[in-house]
């Protein structure tokens, strides 16, 4: 192996060398592509999720010419397969086997709070797409990991007070994982602030679909409204299986991304239904209309909240980047301007709080045709409030 010793140079030649050796590492590094680790599920409740949140990361790059701060971008992907139990190795196989610069994942917050602990115990950059628990930028919170995506905290909030605006009493249905509980959490205090009373929670393990129990016992009890939490292919057969059931007309159903992405697939079941989330189809801003004709252009479909999350978790990268013209090894001052990037965000200004978590509007969506139509917005400039965060 190659080396200097020091030992016998004067000062002068000593400071001039080591001055040279370094730069040229620092040039050689800049040189390599920058690696980006995508842990996402390919398979399972939230494949397509997963391919989503990738579409929207890899077009933000090839709008780039395939190049973040002038290094060359490569993938390395894993299928997280949503499972906890596999997290651990999967997270340390992309930071410790394949040594990437970033961590990018995941969708499930199991999943999720995991690769946060090993991106915090080996000091690896992490940004989160979409898995919104609380944990994560909350006690758990660190100087190198960011969310591009939500808290559960905050569409569950937007749900409840955009719920109370018409109702009294609601019941919550939701998988029991970390993101039910936390949606759930954040309904309820959405829906207490204005007025109304939550009389039960409701729930059944991830990822089960045998909704019919839980609707029958819904039926009985007879709220003014219900609220669930369930995603991904879930969300289909739920909102089927709702209108199936009678309940449509009867106990008007809220969820923050019951509809999101899945209208195509719901049909008629869907129509009408409001929900309240940070991105809408259509949204009018300029760069919205352009995120939406490049991404028709290169995947021939129509982005959806999931995209724009991976979208922004590149954007967010390149904001890191960009600052220290792709010497990742400046890890601090690649903080401090992902800390104070201000996105604009195909869903509007996006900026980040102290506990890297997204500062942004709330909207309410109705579902019209194969479109999540925004009619208002809720909540302007939503931040969770992440009080256990020491950063
Ligand atoms: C989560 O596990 O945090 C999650 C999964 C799908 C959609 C939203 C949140």
């Known amino acids: 192996m190659f080396s200097i010793s020091f030992r016998h140079m004067p000062a002068r030649i000593t400071s001039a060398l080591a001055f040279t050796v370094l730069a040229s590492g620092a040039i050689a590094q800049t040189s390599q592509p920058v690696k980006v680790g995508l842990m996402l ?4 409740t939230f ?8 579409n929207g990361f890899k077009l933000y790059v090839s709008e780039n010419g395939g190049k973040l701060a002038g290094r060359t971008v490569q993938y390395v992907e894993l299928d997280d397969e949503s499972d906890p139990s596999k997290a651990s190795e999967n997270a340390n196989k992309l930071v410790k086997r394949d040594r990437v610069d970033v961590l990018v994942g995941t969708i499930h917050s199991g999943v999720a709070m995991t690769m946060a602990r090993v991106a915090r115990d080996t000091n690896t950059l992490m940004i989160v797409p979409n898995a919104g628990a609380a944990e994560i930028t909350g006690s758990m919170c660190a100087p190198n990991v ?11 909030y ?10 009294k009493t609601a019941v919550t249905i939701s998988w029991k994982y970390a993101a039910g509980d936390e949606s759930v959490r954040g309904f309820r205090e959405g829906f207490e602030k204005g ?6 929670d409701l729930n059944l393990p991830f990822p089960n679909v045998e909704f019919q129990p839980l609707l029958t016992e819904l039926a009985t009890i007879k709220p003014e409204a219900a609220y669930v939490f369930v995603a991904g292919a879930g969300q289909v057969k739920f909102v089927r299986d709702y209108a199936a059931a009678g ?16 209208l195509a697939a719901q ?17 009018k801003n300029p760069k919205n209309e ?7 252009k290169v995947f021939n479909a129509t982005p959806d909240v999931f995209a724009v999350q991976g979208y922004d978790a590149a954007q967010l990268f390149a904001a890191g980047l960009n600052a220290v013209k792709g010497d990742t090894k400046k890890k601090a001052e690649m903080i401090k301007a992902m800390e104070n990037a201000k996105l604009e965000s195909p869903r509007g200004p996006l900026s980040f709080s102290k506990s890297h978590n997204p500062i942004q509007d709330m909207y309410v969506r109705v579902a019209m045709g194969n479109k999540n139509v925004m009619t208002d917005v809720i909540v302007k400039a939503l931040a969770d409030p992440s009080p256990d965060c020491k950063n």
Do not use: C, M
């Not at 494949?47 to 990738?54: N, P, S």
């Not at 049909?267 to 949204?283: I, K, R, V």
């Open 247 to 262: 309940l449509k007309n009867s106990i008007p159903l809220y969820g923050a991304f019951i509809t999101e992405g899945t």
């Open 41 to 44: 599920p390919t398979s399972g």
């Open 146 to 156: 960011f969310r591009s995506s939500f808290s559960n905290w905050q569409p569950g």
């Open 47 to 54: 494949a397509e999720l997963g391919k989503t949140v990738a």
């Open 158 to 167: 937007a749900s409840g007070l955009l719920a109370a605006r018409k109702h």
């Open 267 to 283: 049909g008629d079941a869907a129509s009408g239904l409001q929900t309240a989330l940070h991105y809408a189809d259509g949204l």
């Open 195 to 200: 007025g109304g009373r939550v009389i039960k």
């Open 290 to 296: 352009a995120f939406i004709a490049s991404y028709r």
